[in-house]
C-alpha cells in the first residue's frame, strides 16, 4: 500500500438500468507516482474516470483529494482543485487555434468573468503571462509551430499532445489520462511516453488508463487492475502482471492481448 | 355546451363557399333537427356583451349568414326555433390562420339547452384529448424513429402532417374520393414524400458528413420553404377536408362526429401495427438496433442506409395519415402541421427523446393536457396548454418519463 | 433602376436596424456559445409588447420603461436557460420555440385584450419620446436619390446608433477572455469542463445577454409601427437565421450585413412580385410574399450546407464542420 495518498476512494458505486459499471470498496493513488489503471474492455475504468472527476454521479461512494472531499462537486470545480483529466476521444477545441485552446487552460483569467470583461487593465497582464507559459509548454510539447493554426487542422498524435499541454496549463498536481496512447500513430508513441515520465520528474502524479502493456510496464510505478466495476489487484507492475486473477481476469474477458507474452517473457 | 354543436368540424361550406371579402367577420352556418334535415325559418342572433349585432333566419336549407361583425372577440349565437332557445358562445380570432369568418353546424337532436355539467363537459374534452393524442402519436413516432436512427430532430416534420393534411383535402373534397380511400391515397403520397425528402436531401447531407446542429437549421429552412409553399398554393383558408358527413355519435355524455371515432379506430390500428413491427419484424428490429447504437448495428451487419431509409417512408406516411386524421378532427390550413409539431416535441421529449413506446404514452399525455385545459383557459390559447405541460416536464425531469440518461466519454 | 433604387433604401431602415441587432444578440447565443435558440422571435416580442405596455398601460417614463423591458428579457431567459441549459442542444431549440409561439398565443389571446389589444395589438401611442425629439426639418428629407418621412430617418439614426454601441460592445467582449471561453464551450463543453470552466454559468449569461439584446431589438422594432402578434411569429427568428449564416455567424458584423442583404433582397423581390401581379402572372401580392419566403427557406437550407461561414466569416475557421 502507498504510504502518502493523493486520491483516496471508498465505497463508490454505480449501475446504469441494473447493471453495475463500478463497485470501488477502496483505493489510493499514490502521490508523486506514475500509477496505471488497468483492465478488460467494460471493466468501468472509463465510468470510474468520469466519477471521480464529476463528470457522472455515483449512487454512492466519497472520495478525497488531497485531503479535501471531492465527491458531489461539478466536474469544474474538480479541475479547480488541481485534478486535471483528458478524453478517451481527444477533445481539442477544433475551430479556436492551439495557442487559444492552450490559453483556456488557464484558470487565473480574472477576465473570464462577464463583469471583468469589458475592463482590459484587469486581464491584460494575466493574458500576456498566461500566453508566455503557453508558448513555453508549446514549445516543450514541439507544437510551438503551430500556435496559430486551427487545433482541428492537427493530426490525432498531435491532438493527444495538445490536451495534454493544455492541462498542464494550470499547473496541476494529479494528472488523469484516459488512453493516452489510444489511435496515436508510433512514430509519436516514444515522445508521448517521454511526456508523461516528464510531468512526474515535474513533481506531478498521474494516473493513466492504458491498454498496452508494453507503456505499463515500461511506465506505471503502481497499477491497478479493474474487472467488472471491481478492483481486483494492485502493486507494483512486476507483482500485478504476474497475477493469476489478473491474467484470468483480461483472459476471461478478451484474449487479444498481449499480457500472456507479456509475463511468458518476464519468467 | 348540452346542445350537439359541431362546431367548425363538419363545415357544410367547402372552400368555394368559404371564400368571403376579406376584413368581413361574421358566421355563417347550419341548423337541422335530429332526422339531420334542415330547419327552416330559425331565428338566429348573435350577441355580443348582451346587445344584438346581427340577426337572420335560416333558408330552406337550413343556411343563415350573418357578416359585417365589428371584427375578433367572443360572440354570442343564439338560436330560436321550435319554441326553444339554443346559445353558444363563439370566438373569433385573427390568427392569420382562420378566416374571419367561422362556420358553424348546430342541432336540434341533443334538446336540453341548459349548462352541461363539468363531469360531463371533461368527458367530452377527454374523449377529444384522446383524438388529438393518438394523431399526435402517429405524427410524432415518425419523428421519434428519425431521431432514434440518425439523431437528427426534423424540424420540417410538421410540413409533413400539412402535406397530408393538403393531400386529404385534394382526393376528397377536389377529386371527389370517398374519405377512407382518399385517406389511403394522402398517406401513399406521404410515404412518397418522405423517401424523396430522404433521397434527395437528407441522406446527400448525411453523406456530406454535416453536423447536426446544420441539420437541425437546414431543416428550419427546409420547414419555412415548405411552409410558405403551402401558404402559397393553398391559400390562407381553413378547410374541411371533406364534405362527406357521417353523422355524430352519441356515448353516455359524449357527443362525436362518427368520423372521428373513425379516425381513432384507424390510430390505434395503426400504432399498434407499427408497435408490432417494431417489436417482431426483421426491419423493425433493425431499426431499434440503429436507434440503440448505430455503429454497432452496422458492424454487425445491418444496411444502415436502408433502415434509415424506410424509416423515412413509413415518418412521411404516418404523418400524412396524421395530417388526414387532423383534417377530419379540426380543418387544414397551411401551418396545421408546424402547430402540431411543438405538441409532437412536447410528446416525444415526455415520453424520453428516441423511445417508440415512450412517445406513444408522451403524446396521449399532451393531447388530453391540451384539450382539458381548455374548459380553464381560452380557446385561442389551446395549444399553449400542450406546451406548457412540455416546458414543465423538462423542469421535473429532462430525460422524460421513459427516457434514459447518456454516458460520457 | 428605381427597382435597384427602391431596394437600396432598406439599407438603412427602421426594420433593417431592428433585425441586425435581434441578429446580434442571436449570434452571442448561435455564432459564438453554440446555443440554437429557436425563439428569438420571444425575447423581441417581450422587447415590443414590455415597451409598449409600460408606456401606454402603466405610464412609465421611457427610461423606467426600458429598464423594465429588459429586466422582463433577462428574466425569461433565466427561466429558459436554467432547466434546459444543462440538456442536449435540441432541448433548447424545442423549448426556446415553444416559449416564443407560447408567448405569441398568448399576446394573440382575446383573453388578455385589454392589455395586450389581443389580435389587433397596440396601436402606437408611446413613440413620443423618441418623435418628439426628432430634430430633422419637418416633412420629407430627401437623401442622396431617397426619400425618407422625417420621423422615418429619426428612428433609422436612432436605430442605428444603438446598434453601433451594441456592436462594438459585443465586439469587445468576444475579444476578451470571456468571449474566448463562449467560443471554447461552442466547441466542446466537456473539455471545457475538464479545464475548470463553469460551462452553465457562461451559457446561462450568453442567453441572458443575447436575450437582453433581441428585446432592445424589440423595443426599436415597434417605435415606428404598432405592435402585431403576428409579427413575432416563429418565421421571425428563421429569419434571422438566414442573415446571421448569410453575413457570416460567430463574426459580430455579419448579422448587421446579413440584415440588410436580407432586406434589400426581399424588397427587391417585392418589386418583382409587385410587376408580376401587374403583368397578370401572380394573382396577387400576398399570394406573391408567400413565394419569397419559400426563397428564404430556400436560402437558409443552402448557405448553412454549402457555405456556412457566411460572406465575412474565416473560410479556414468554419470549413472544419463541428461534428
Redesign the interface.
Not at chain 1, 486535471?84 to 478524453?87: C, N, P, Q, S
Not at chain 3, 394573440?108 to 383573453?111: K, L, Q, Y
Not at chain 3, 472544419?320 to 461534428?323: E, S, V
Given at each position: 500500500m502507498p504510504s502518502d495518498a493523493i486520491l483516496i476512494a471508498d465505497g463508490v458505486h454505480r449501475h446504469f438500468a441494473g447493471v453495475t459499471a463500478v463497485d470501488v470498496e477502496h483505493v489510493e493513488i499514490p502521490r508523486g507516482r506514475i500509477t496505471a489503471l488497468i483492465g478488460p474492455n467494460g471493466a468501468g475504468k472509463t465510468t470510474f474516470f468520469n466519477l471521480l472527476?464529476g463528470?457522472d454521479r455515483p449512487q454512492r461512494g466519497t472520495w478525497s483529494f488531497d485531503g479535501t472531499p471531492v465527491q458531489g462537486l461539478?466536474?469544474?470545480?474538480v479541475?479547480?482543485l488541481g485534478m486535471?483529466?483528458?478524453?478517451q476521444l481527444t477533445?481539442?477545441?477544433?475551430?479556436?487555434t492551439v495557442l487559444?485552446n492552450m490559453?483556456?487552460?488557464s484558470?487565473r483569467?480574472p477576465?473570464?468573468?462577464?463583469r471583468?470583461?469589458?475592463l482590459?487593465v484587469v486581464?491584460k497582464k494575466q493574458?500576456r503571462t498566461d500566453r508566455e507559459r503557453a508558448r513555453e509548454i508549446l514549445a516543450r510539447f514541439k507544437l510551438d509551430g503551430k500556435a496559430d493554426d486551427?487545433a482541428?487542422?492537427l493530426s490525432g498524435g498531435q491532438r493527444k499532445l495538445l490536451e495534454m499541454a493544455?492541462?498542464l496549463m494550470?499547473e496541476p498536481t494529479l494528472v488523469m489520462l484516459d488512453e493516452p496512447m489510444a489511435g496515436v500513430n508510433p512514430a509519436l508513441t516514444q515522445s508521448l511516453l517521454g511526456h508523461i515520465a516528464d510531468l512526474r520528474e515535474r513533481g506531478m502524479t498521474v494516473l493513466f488508463v492504458e491498454h498496452d502493456m508494453h507503456m505499463v510496464r515500461n511506465l506505471a510505478d503502481w497499477v491497478v487492475v479493474m474487472a467488472a466495476g471491481r478492483i481486483i489487484a494492485e502493486g507494483t507492475p512486476e507483482s500485478v502482471l504476474s497475477s493469476e486473477a489478473v491474467v484470468d481476469a483480461y483472459l476471461g474477458a478478451h484474449h487479444d492481448t498481449d499480457l500472456r507474452s507479456l509475463i511468458e517473457e518476464d519468467a | 355546451m348540452a346542445l350537439a354543436l359541431l362546431l367548425a368540424v363538419l363545415a357544410p361550406a367547402g372552400a368555394a363557399h368559404a371564400a368571403p371579402g376579406d376584413d368581413q367577420w361574421g358566421f355563417r352556418g347550419l341548423v337541422r333537427d335530429g332526422e339531420r334535415k334542415p330547419v327552416t325559418g330559425a331565428a338566429v342572433a348573435v350577441e355580443s356583451d348582451g346587445e344584438v349585432v346581427g340577426t337572420d333566419v335560416t333558408d330552406a336549407r337550413g343556411r343563415w349568414e350573418i357578416l359585417g361583425l365589428a371584427?375578433?372577440?367572443?360572440y354570442t349565437v343564439v338560436v330560436k326555433t321550435g319554441g326553444k332557445t339554443y346559445e353558444v358562445e363563439k370566438?373569433l380570432?385573427?390568427?392569420?390562420t382562420t378566416l374571419p369568418v367561422q362556420n358553424l353546424v348546430m342541432s336540434t337532436s341533443d334538446a336540453p339547452a341548459v349548462q352541461a355539467s363539468l363531469g360531463d363537459k371533461l368527458a367530452q374534452r377527454a374523449v377529444s384529448g384522446l383524438n388529438l393524442g393518438l394523431l399526435i402519436a402517429i405524427a410524432a413516432i415518425g419523428l421519434s424513429l428519425v431521431f432514434g436512427t440518425s439523431r437528427f430532430?426534423n424540424?420540417a416534420h410538421g410540413e409533413n402532417v400539412t402535406f397530408g393534411g393538403i393531400m386529404g383535402y385534394v382526393f376528397a373534397s377536389l377529386a371527389h374520393l370517398p374519405l377512407l380511400l382518399a385517406a389511403a391515397a394522402a398517406t401513399v403520397a406521404g410515404a412518397a414524400f418522405g423517401y424523396l425528402q430522404d433521397l434527395g436531401f437528407w441522406r446527400p447531407?448525411r453523406r456530406?458528413?454535416?453536423?447536426?446542429?446544420?441539420l437541425?437549421?437546414?431543416s428550419?429552412?427546409?420547414?419555412?420553404?415548405?411552409?410558405?409553399?403551402f401558404?402559397?398554393l393553398y391559400?390562407?383558408g381553413t378547410r374541411s377536408l371533406t364534405r362527406e358527413d357521417w353523422g355524430t355519435v352519441r356515448l353516455g355524455p359524449v357527443v362525436m362526429p362518427a368520423t372521428s371515432y373513425v379516425a381513432m379506430g384507424i390510430s390505434v390500428a395503426v400504432l399498434v401495427a407499427v408497435g408490432v413491427w417494431l417489436k417482431r419484424g426483421r426491419i423493425g428490429k433493425a431499426t431499434r438496433a440503429v436507434a440503440n447504437n448505430p455503429a454497432l448495428a452496422g458492424a454487425s451487419g445491418i444496411d444502415v442506409d436502408r433502415v434509415t431509409r424506410i424509416v423515412w417512408v413509413l415518418s412521411g406516411g404516418l404523418a400524412a395519415l396524421s395530417g388526414v386524421l387532423l383534417g377530419v378532427f379540426n380543418q387544414v390550413s397551411y401551418d396545421m402541421g408546424?402547430n402540431l409539431l411543438?405538441l409532437m416535441?412536447?410528446a416525444v421529449?415526455l415520453g424520453g427523446?428516441g423511445t417508440a413506446f415512450g412517445t406513444l404514452a408522451g403524446a396521449i399525455v399532451v393531447g388530453l393536457c391540451t384539450e382539458i385545459l381548455v374548459l380553464w383557459?381560452?380557446a385561442?390559447?389551446k395549444?399553449?396548454g400542450g406546451?406548457?405541460v412540455?416546458?414543465a416536464v423538462?423542469?421535473v425531469r429532462?430525460q422524460g418519463l421513459f427516457g434514459r440518461q447518456a454516458r460520457?466519454? | 433602376m428605381d427597382w435597384i433604387l427602391n431596394s437600396l433604401r432598406e439599407i438603412i431602415t427602421p426594420t433593417t436596424a431592428a433585425y441586425a441587432l435581434a441578429a446580434i444578440g442571436l449570434n452571442i447565443h448561435f455564432g459564438f456559445t453554440?446555443l440554437?435558440n429557436?425563439g428569438q422571435a420571444g425575447f423581441v416580442a417581450i422587447g415590443g409588447y414590455g415597451f409598449a405596455i409600460s408606456v401606454t398601460q402603466l405610464g412609465l417614463s421611457w427610461p423606467l420603461a426600458i429598464a423594465v423591458t429588459l429586466l422582463l428579457a433577462v428574466g425569461y431567459a433565466l427561466l429558459l436557460g436554467i432547466?434546459?441549459l444543462?440538456?442536449?442542444?435540441?432541448?433548447l431549440?424545442?423549448?426556446t420555440?415553444?416559449?416564443a409561439?407560447?408567448i405569441r398565443?398568448?399576446l394573440?389571446?382575446?383573453?388578455f385584450?385589454s392589455v395586450t389589444g389581443?389580435?389587433?395589438g397596440l396601436y402606437n401611442d408611446y413613440s413620443g419620446w423618441i418623435t418628439g425629439a426628432n430634430p430633422y426639418p419637418q416633412g420629407l428629407v430627401h437623401l442622396g436619390p431617397w426619400t425618407f418621412t422625417s420621423t422615418d430617418l429619426w428612428i433609422a439614426t436612432v436605430d442605428w446608433a444603438v446598434v453601433a454601441v451594441v456592436a462594438v460592445?459585443v465586439f469587445?467582449?468576444i475579444r476578451?477572455?470571456?468571449?474566448?471561453?463562449l467560443?471554447?464551450i461552442?466547441?466542446?463543453e466537456?473539455?471545457?469542463?475538464?479545464?475548470?470552466?463553469?460551462?452553465n454559468l457562461h451559457k446561462l449569461?450568453a442567453l441572458v445577454m443575447g436575450g437582453a439584446i433581441g428585446a432592445l431589438a424589440g423595443i426599436l422594432y415597434v417605435q415606428p409601427t404598432s405592435v402585431q402578434p403576428?409579427d413575432f411569429?416563429?418565421?421571425m427568428t428563421?429569419n434571422m437565421?438566414?442573415m446571421l449564416?448569410l453575413g457570416g455567424a460567430a463574426t459580430v458584423f455579419g448579422p448587421i450585413l446579413g440584415s440588410m442583404i436580407f432586406w434589400v433582397v426581399m424588397r427587391f423581390t417585392d418589386e418583382l412580385v409587385n410587376a408580376g401581379v401587374d403583368a397578370g402572372l401572380l394573382d396577387n401580392a400576398?399570394?406573391g410574399s408567400?413565394?419569397?419566403?419559400?426563397?428564404?427557406?430556400?436560402?437558409?437550407?443552402l448557405l448553412?450546407?454549402f457555405r456556412?461561414q457566411g460572406i465575412l466569416g474565416n473560410r479556414?475557421?468554419?470549413s472544419?464542420?463541428?461534428?
Open positions: 472527476t463528470f461539478p466536474p469544474y470545480r479541475a479547480r486535471v483529466r483528458t478524453f477533445k481539442v477545441l477544433g475551430r479556436l487559444d490559453l483556456l487552460g484558470n483569467q477576465g473570464e468573468r462577464l471583468n470583461a469589458l482590459g486581464w493574458d486551427y482541428a487542422g493544455r492541462a494550470n | 371584427g375578433p372577440g367572443t370566438e380570432v385573427r390568427s392569420g430532430t424540424f447531407l456530406k458528413g454535416v453536423s447536426l446542429v446544420t437541425m437549421i437546414a428550419i429552412g427546409a420547414a419555412l420553404a415548405l411552409r410558405s409553399l401558404q402559397f391559400g390562407n408546424f411543438l416535441f412536447a421529449i427523446l383557459i381560452p385561442d390559447m395549444y399553449v406546451l406548457a412540455l416546458v423538462l423542469l429532462p460520457i466519454g | 453554440g440554437v429557436f432547466p434546459t444543462r440538456l442536449r442542444a435540441d432541448y431549440a424545442i423549448v420555440i415553444a416559449c409561439e407560447i398565443f398568448t394573440n389571446s382575446s383573453a385584450a389581443g389580435a389587433n460592445g469587445l467582449l476578451s477572455p470571456w468571449g474566448l471561453v467560443k471554447g461552442r466547441e466542446d466537456h473539455a471545457m469542463l475538464s479545464l475548470g470552466k463553469n460551462v449569461q403576428f411569429a416563429s418565421r428563421f437565421y438566414t449564416i400576398t399570394q408567400q413565394l419569397r419566403f419559400v426563397l428564404v427557406g430556400a436560402a437558409l437550407v448553412v450546407v456556412p479556414t475557421e468554419l472544419f464542420d463541428a461534428k
